[in-house]
């Protein structure tokens, strides 16, 4: 409880506010003698750093310490606490958000909760708190690669315009991380990237749908009543800060359909006609390509003057300062990566207990 | 793990195959002193129960028994498991699909992780599962009425036709209950029906779409992190089968939105101008009214041949007899409703160890 | 929580009063596909039943009846859930107890708790709760048979007096379920059980000790820091009602010995000289056999006037008829095996998430 | 699982092994609005370190830095991540150990699990490990402070010589801090100081027995079936390294009693008149005291030349170096302090969601 620890068998736990000495994991469960070393984490903490103009401009290095559970560059099956410092905090920024309550934000329901709160850059529940879970799932990635599992995520919508879907030409997995937006498709990321841009100056921010597949999963994976695969996935998903939805395959679309257009069949074991489920059936992995679809709000911290009141409870207006991203989308991709990796190998470990 | 539990501290477990014995649920954690009557739990099975033309069948009497942790009509703190015997099964019905694997079901992906399965109308995977959640969840309704909670549930989507939404004049709240959809415009739900007897008669099935509200959410319930009011939520929601898409508030529209435009904030202490976030904002319900839609696919099981393949790998006509819904719409509302009643009594339980 | 449910990967939740209508377990993450037939778990209720002169006379026939989890012969991987329900309920038996705290029990705890209580027996709090453990453990051996690993419990003590150690050459295996105490030795069983008849004139009772070995237990099971395999074995075992004391190998004795008299060493790899540790050091079973004794306090239920107070807080005296053991000797073997087992099974389920 | 985290909702996950980066705790679920200083935490983590000529000559400042969780003094609700690094770190000592399995210790069960360990000081197995417990006892004691629960621990028996009991004159609470084995009389001590130091000379080591009372515990914690009051604090007991033995109130003597002689009764509501139980009934405190009493083996690693076997099977000598206690008594009160604390205030915590 406390609700800082996620996953049965690979269970990570993670700790830290924005502004504090530092945030990190802890991640118990991880099977002894796999090869980890710094270096993974550092690449996929990386990936989730603030990159181009519409990031914050926050700049830390993530720099990571493994603080215990590896030796001699294996995993001993022992806990892995993972702790990265923050350097450039600012707290001073926040001090006229100190007494007011931000639009979008928490803080009034957490007041409600704890009685009393961190107002520095949103305490524990700033975006700064992924960067615990990125570290996570860079563990959990690797695990998964020893069992020939790979996830990939990219930007598939942001501020509006949406990039081209897997089966389309256009789409080329080689553009995502080429482009700041993480789009698979160049000229709508910088289309998308101009409309961001357009919003900055105006001090508004923009939402953004991303997208993932897991492939290689084999079939079976997942409970099939509470914890289904999709459910446990849901629960990740939603777990990120400003998601608002989510699809599995078909999603919303399915509910349109009827069964014998929908019905996904194998013409050989495991080999699928159609994945209309995105991978998922009665909450068990098929054997296809996993495939879900989040979306997430405009990032609620903009400088535009917002209407608000304070803890006295009177009327005010808010102007924002402090260093926020105008659209989380690219950073969000690692983030909906290492989710994703610590649901797959939770239930990896799972598999191994369901026959006898 | 086995993943036949669900919640922390409001507990339930539920246990039941399709056609053996019976199926029920265990409440673990509900607070003694409760007043609570059999008739409360069946009044809820009711709602469960197969009804119109376009739903399956199977006609049981869905008589519940207490076995445990109630005397003279209070909770006693330990234990409330309820059981619902079978009566009316008729696993012959099911003969065919032995050695078949349904196109949409788990039949492949069960036995990939177990080795072998109950094909008895699919067993534990079979929708007939609810039963056990629908009767907890009445057991947490009466709990959270106690606690001036309330929530309801209804078709919104069924077989494509839309009903209209809350704030819409043609919205009927009397009318949810009256037809045979639950939909909240009878015009609508004459349509769905209409096309929903059409797909019957073809052998088809269809999809559809469930939106619910809770009213009275005190704010702060929810973890901020792993464990946020969404989470749990979509946890929830998509532990149900054939959950395909899920949403709060704005969902997917909001991707689309820029922070101006959906950043809710109050006009005075809990109360919001706006509800954009359908009531939940970090993982915290706001206080504001709490909204989400989930979306069906269609029933998988349909008359219509359908090409697959048997446990030999064979390719194989079927075609799937047994009695089945045609569009879960109905008997899911009553699902959802229980399923966002046990997560929501959860949190209240937990809520009482935030401060100190 | 409500802590009705034991273990992580192979778990039971139990229900159930005294005096309600029944009893039962429902075992989550039992293993697909283990053979299991419904006299396996008769046979281990009929050792828990009451038997010689010193046990309640309440003559339950402990029917049990499956109702989910098992589909021809063989388990599904999906709940198991165990109905016994209670035939030989004598309510009325306990109306002057209603109003009156036992001395020796919980009564006073639980209204403290929860408000009120079901005074009938103890209700939840009763003895007979044990017989869904017993249930669940049926289950529990009969998976760790397809592992080898055999479990064995008998009375090691009755009313004062104790049996032979193993190593004596006068311990008997085939004498341990040939007598009504589950001595290990005839002539100290008779004298044992003259001087509980003893004490049953008198409308008195005898307390026990309960001894327990596990064989084939391979090396590494258990977790080395909280979740050890000693933490989770005393946790199994004091959660048994009565239980006040417990032992792991040389136990009290080994806190008066030195380090070079008590450190356990291998002479080839998991053959150990010495046993000092009873088959678990730093939370790991070694692979030798594991051993612990438990030590249960006398029945506080006797017919022996007692001064107690009732509810009002006056002083009153207390006579308690109903049906009751004298000493639990005998029927708490079968618990402490279940018990013991449910660990076992738990651990080498998770033993298979360790390595890489 | 993996075993490093304990509580449900005043939840410690520790991590660390003895001669990597550093060690520590996260506590997760502590209530919101607790004061809290680092001073507290320092202050017991103090009472842990080494002391007289007994003890290890490992000299850690044992300097925690708390990283999150906290601000401006208060506990915010969010997890509480403390860290403290090793300083004092030879690895070197340990070369001789890479290859060896120590008698008494878990080298080889460890290697049986994961497959390869971290062979210096003991790696994750070490007493070290104990320095993450200690810290987040110190919050779990500060939070049942503002509950008016005390605790305190002795050290009743060490090497053989049995400190008075409580009841006895000689007893003296000032005394406990006051000698270097936390025994409550000064010439019992002595002469158990006396004997420690001629096993150091032997290159051996002693065993000891620790006492433990709760006061003020408020009636009814504890859940009545599986997470029993005594059933949790026993696992927390037996998840201390080298703990063998555990009792509750009259303990093994109660298996030799009468229920005439050990029932416990009230003279007015929550006024006991004796209190053989040990403070825990039916699993749930009584309001008397808690009282339990714990056994630790001797410490197993000692100078004194061992027989044992190496990796490749074949016996060898063994003398361990390194720096080590020769009895835990004095170090071991603070740690069975701090679990006992994190079991009652997981406990208070639970006991707001048992009545409607």
Same mark, same amino acid.
């Given at each position: 409880m406390g609700g800082n620890s996620f996953g049965d068998l690979f269970k990570v736990t993670t700790f830290g506010e924005s502004h504090g000495p530092g945030l990190g994991c802890v991640v118990d469960g991880c099977p002894a003698g796999l090869n980890l070393s710094l270096d993974e984490i550092k690449?996929?903490?990386?990936? #989730?750093?603030? %990159?181009?103009?519409?990031?914050?401009? #926050?700049?830390e %290095?993530?720099?990571p310490e493994i603080l215990s559970g590896v030796y001699e560059g294996k995993t001993l099956g022992s806990p892995i606490a993972i702790l990265i410092r923050n350097r450039d905090s600012q707290p001073g920024d926040y001090d006229n958000l100190k007494d007011v309550y931000r639009?979008?934000?928490?803080?009034?329901?957490?007041?409600a909760k704890y009685g009393f709160r961190d107002h520095r850059g949103g305490g524990r529940s700033s975006a700064r708190e992924t960067v615990g879970r990125v570290a996570a799932g860079a563990i959990a990635k690797k695990f998964l690669a020893s069992q020939?599992?790979?996830?990939?995520?990219?930007?598939?919508?942001a501020a509006g315009f949406c990039a081209p879907g897997e089966s389309d030409a256009a789409f080329d997995w080689n553009e995502i991380e080429n482009n700041p937006l993480r789009m698979p498709e160049r000229t709508i990321a910088e289309k998308a990237m101009k409309k961001i841009e357009d919003l900055k100056a105006l001090g508004d921010s923009a939402g953004c749908v991303i997208s993932c597949i897991a492939r290689n999963v084999p079939p079976g994976l997942g409970e099939p009543v509470f914890d289904k695969l999709d459910a446990r996935m849901a629960a990740a998903m939603f777990s990120i800060g400003a998601v608002k939805a989510m699809e599995f395959g078909d999603g919303f679309a399915a509910a349109k359909g009827t069964g014998s257009e929908l019905n996904d069949a194998m013409s050989s074991p495991g080999v699928w006609k159609t994945n209309h489920s995105g991978g998922v059936i009665g909450g068990l992995s098929t054997g296809a390509a996993l495939r879900f679809t989040v979306a997430f709000k405009p990032v609620p911290s903009i400088s535009k003057p917002q209407e608000t009141i304070n803890?006295?409870?009177?009327k005010t207006e808010l102007i924002i300062r402090g260093r926020h991203d105008i659209?989380?989308?690219?950073?969000a991709v690692p983030v909906v990566e290492a989710m994703c990796a610590l649901v797959l190998a939770d239930f990896v470990l799972l598999q191994r207990a369901a026959k006898s």
């Open positions: 690449r996929e903490l990386a990936r #989730r750093r603030p %990159g181009g103009g519409f990031s914050s401009s #926050r700049n %290095g993530d720099d639009p979008g934000h928490a803080d009034w329901p957490w007041e020939k599992i790979e996830i990939r995520a990219w930007t598939s919508e803890r006295r409870g009177e659209c989380v989308a690219p950073r």
